[in-house]
């Protein structure tokens, strides 16, 4: 059984900083999160190799986020600095995107990383609030 358990969600004014983390109970070679407002699609925000440690941004968070993983590579994060309220969504960690293989220096591979369909197992999510 794979489980992603994510923490570090809850609200904070614009200009706040939050960090959540995503717990993986298996090693996985592409992580990432995501986050989703309501009516909104769920959009990418994040990707990290594990294996190598290369990292990946969104347009909307470029600058503002990082993700990063610890030692054994079992555990991500998100440090978001410079909260707008825009940022406010549900915050989803997802792994394993076995099935959209790409070369992360190949011209599709952005769209594949951020592709919620490419990601076979998701976290439960952590609401995010910005205010005013």
């Known amino acids: 059984q794979v489980d992603l358990v994510e923490a570090g969600g809850g609200s904070v004014r614009a200009g706040g900083s939050l960090k959540l983390s995503c717990k993986n109970t298996y090693s996985s070679a592409s992580m990432a999160w995501f986050r989703q407002a309501p009516g909104k699609n769920r959009e990418g925000v994040a990707s990290?190799?594990?294996?190598?440690?290369?990292?990946f941004y969104g347009e909307s968070v470029e600058g503002r986020f990082t993700i990063s993983q610890d030692n054994a590579k079992t555990t991500i994060f998100l440090q978001m600095n410079g909260l707008k309220p825009d940022d406010t969504a549900v915050y989803y960690c997802?792994?394993?995107?076995?099935?959209?293989?790409?070369?992360?220096?190949?011209?599709?591979?952005?769209?594949?990383?951020?592709?919620?369909?490419?990601?076979?197992?998701w976290g439960q999510g952590t609401q995010v609030t910005v205010s005013s």
């Open positions: 997802a792994a394993d995107r076995s099935a959209c293989p790409a070369a992360w220096w190949s011209p599709g591979f952005s769209a594949l990383a951020f592709s919620p369909s490419c990601y076979k197992y």
């Open positions: 990290i190799l594990t294996g190598s440690d290369r990292t």
